[in-house]
């Protein structure tokens, strides 16, 4: 006879308290999981880092019950545009351009804001216990949970804390990773940079400095990065700059506040703001080698860590705990079996080691210091034979549809569309309608689904979702707006799609037989993971 189940302080305990780390735990919260969070510091770090949140991850965050604070710390992104040292454009990244998930592709935001936003509706609401000045010395794991063994900087006092599962969210010199002694591959990108972060006097606008509004200066006397960095809670705008560090100088030297205002002044005077922050960062280009060792999983900086020139490092761990929320979710339900998570690595790794390679791209572009260099690769982006940034990523390994083979069947790991739709009379968000937290078949509105097809849609929770032209879309239909389903269905030559709780494609159909077969796949490989028909299902509001 099996003895009583074991109990423990949480089901999901997190090392480190940045803001990958607080969209985790909301993320949990919200699905109903206890969260014990440990972070060595007092208090939230007060100054900017990132500034980039992309279209992908603003629509996860509104999917997440976040969309009121990504609304009020985020702005759109200009075109990014990439300059030589006469000023001639060398390259232009519209931003600005709808994306498909239908905003902006790139948002602007001001980091602290978002993490005091996020921290405030932590501390709202019941489920998460913020534990601060406590640090992770020991890491202990069987079969059935975690054990963390816990110093309290005040007192010096140790004590073990026990999870289900934990998640090391604590920085690129992560504790839990070193702990598991898992090593991490080099991909070769290292450039030490200045970072300065600069409030404007009020109604100061790029254009009135004379500044590109988002940009890359590539001269090589001094490489230099022009973006913006956000508005803060109280509406002062933020301006960064980044200068690449030179060979004859000194790391001691660039952190001077004389050597500041020296790289400063052909940009900006003292008394049209005021100095935030100035800190020398190593942008370098590094991956464990596993994110999941057990019991135990590592996420954002503590697995990855890129240069910042595609504005993705938060991103990519937002994605991290976002595909490892879902996957949690019904592992500790009893709806899956824990070999479901055994995805994440094959999922998260080669994705994000392809976007640290497009950002190490655009990075080779600015970081010559060199005038020889410099000058042959001007030639060659002004007479239009630069090679281009590779397409964003997208999954190709984990659960995605495959064929007999065992290769992945486009469009399977393709990132699904989303925007203003129109649903019961109503226009607003396509997740505003189709709330997310399963499986969702989205299918054209002619689509003839067959028996077995609806069969397994029944079986297992899978939200069935027509999508119709908005001028000939009935009520209980999904109106395409903004064109985003039909332009996305077209561009893969399917009329069915089935989508994640992450967004991601599992994969794509053409005809009722297509869909039959995809179908089966999914059957075949839930089975695999011990998914169960009972899993949540998403629903139409």
Not at 9 to 14: A, G, H, S
Not at 80 to 102: P, T, V
Not at 353 to 370: A, E
Request: aromatic share 10%; proline share 5%; net charge neutral.
């Amino acid at each position: 006879m099996a003895g009583p189940a074991r109990k423990f302080d949480f089901d999901v305990i997190q090392i480190g308290y940045g803001p990958v780390s607080k969209a985790s735990a909301l993320f949990l919260q919200r699905l109903g999981w206890r969260v014990g969070v440990f972070e060595r510091w007092e208090e939230v770090y007060p100054l900017p880092r990132a500034v980039c949140i992309d279209h992908e991850l603003y629509r996860v965050l509104y999917a997440a019950g976040l969309g009121d604070i990504a609304r009020r710390v985020c702005n759109d992104a200009p075109t990014y545009r990439w300059f030589n040292a006469e000023w001639k454009e060398l390259l232009a990244i519209d931003w600005a351009a709808g994306s498909i998930s239908g905003g902006s592709e790139v948002n602007f935001i001001h980091q602290p804001s978002f993490e005091w936003a996020m921290d405030a509706r932590i501390k709202a609401r019941k489920g998460v216990a913020l534990h601060f000045q406590c640090e992770a010395i020991d890491l202990q794991q069987d079969g059935d949970g975690v054990t963390v063994t816990i110093r309290d900087a005040k007192t010096g006092a140790l004590r073990d804390y026990t999870a289900r599962y934990l998640i090391g969210i604590d920085g690129a010199n992560s504790f839990v990773r070193e702990n598991l002694g898992i090593k991490r591959t080099d991909l070769g990108f290292e450039a030490d940079w200045l970072v300065i972060d600069f409030a404007l006097n009020g109604g100061l606008t790029a254009r009135d400095l004379g500044i590109p509004e988002c940009g890359q200066y590539a001269n090589p006397k001094r490489p230099t990065t022009i973006v913006p960095g956000g508005m803060e809670a109280d509406g002062r705008v933020l301006r960064r700059w980044e200068f690449m560090r030179l060979p004859h100088e000194t790391r001691e030297e660039m952190l001077k506040e004389k050597k500041v205002w020296d790289l400063l002044k052909a940009w900006i005077k003292p008394d049209q703001g005021e100095l935030i922050r100035h800190a020398l960062y190593t942008f370098r280009s590094l991956v464990a080698n596993t994110f999941q060792k057990g019991r135990i999983f590592l996420a954002g900086d503590a697995a990855h860590v890129m240069p910042p020139f595609m504005g993705q490092g938060m991103c990519a761990g937002l994605r991290d705990v976002w595909n490892l929320a879902w996957k949690l979710d019904l592992v500790m339900r009893g709806k899956a079996d824990p070999s479901l998570l055994e995805t994440y690595t094959p999922e998260r790794a080669p994705h994000v080691t392809d976007v640290i390679r497009i950002s190490m791209f655009l990075g080779s572009i600015i970081c010559m210091p060199d005038p020889e260099e410099a000058r042959m690769r001007d030639e060659m982006f002004l007479s239009g034979n630069a090679p281009r940034p590779a397409p964003f990523p997208i999954l190709t390994d984990g659960m995605l549809e495959r064929d007999e083979l065992g290769g992945v069947i486009a469009p399977a790991g393709e990132l699904s569309c989303a925007g203003a739709v129109r649903f019961g009379g109503k226009t607003g968000r396509y997740d505003d309608f189709v709330a997310p937290g399963g499986f969702t078949l989205v299918l054209e509105e002619e689509f003839v689904l067959s028996a077995a097809a609806r069969e397994a849609c029944r079986r297992f929770g899978i939200t069935i979702v027509i999508v119709a032209d908005r001028r000939s879309a009935q009520d209980d239909q999904i109106g395409d707006t903004q064109g985003q389903f039909g332009r996305f269905l077209k561009k893969h030559s399917i009329r069915a799609m089935l989508v994640r709780p992450d967004f991601y494609l599992f994969g794509g159909a053409a005809d009722s037989a297509g869909l039959d077969r995809l179908l089966a796949d999914f059957v075949r490989q839930t089975k695999a993971l011990g998914m169960q028909a009972e899993q949540r299902q998403a629903a139409l509001a």
